[in-house]
């Protein structure tokens, strides 16, 4: 599940607002978003006693409130050519956006909204079909078609891009890759050795969703240090 809507937010050009923006609305977003999920999570176990709402359940809430939350105030800004100009190069921005810039939020939102969808979906569906396999099987189609169509949009958001988006998503992509592979190693030996309970793919997989997060907030940061030098 590609998620690629955390990586273009301003230009190089100001890069000290960008930071300060972005990492407060992303601490702000995760916070808010992990207090939705763990309220959720009570919400489920008290309507499901039987049921056991786990760490990695509420933070899947938490993150999938955090995606749909980014993706109303990218189309927000997106709606608004000088909003999305404004946003893209300061407030000194006199020329409304382009065609592809609106494009490439629209994309943006659209990546992030289906990855919050995908991330909860799972978790009401073994929650509250748990006693019915058609209607579990049914969920899962409809999971497979929504990240077909995600697939779908992640495309169309590199084609429509920058070289600068993109080589901030490739390096976020490759930078996530390599301390999750890091990562696995390491629990996977732990757990070989008994050292450490086994832990399910829905577990890794939350693990690895918020890790994309903080490493795309990284790569994009030092990308705007290293194109203003």
Known sequence: MDVEGVTMMESPGNRNKWRW???TRLIAGLVAGAGLGFVVGKAIKHGHPGVQADGADIAAIGLAAFYIGATA??????????????????KGADIPASDDEVRSFIYQAL????AGILLALPVFGARFLADNLLHRQIS??????????????????????DEFVRSTMAKTAALTFAIG????????????????????????????????????????VRTLDRSSK
């Open 21 to 23: 923006n972005t990492g």
């Open 73 to 90: 105030l990218l189309l927000w800004i997106a709606n608004d050519r000088m909003r999305l100009a404004r946003v893209l190069e300061g």
């Open 111 to 114: 990546v992030m909204g289906l």
């Open 140 to 161: 899962f189609g409809g999971i497979v078609l929504l990240f077909a169509v995600q697939t779908y949009f992640n495309v169309r958001l590199w084609r429509v891009s």
């Open 181 to 220: 592979q890091g990562g696995l190693f390491l629990r996977a030996a732990a757990e070989r050795m008994s050292l450490l309970k086994p832990a399910s793919s829905w577990d890794l997989l939350v693990i690895m969703m918020q890790l994309y997060i903080f490493v795309g907030l990284f790569v994009s």
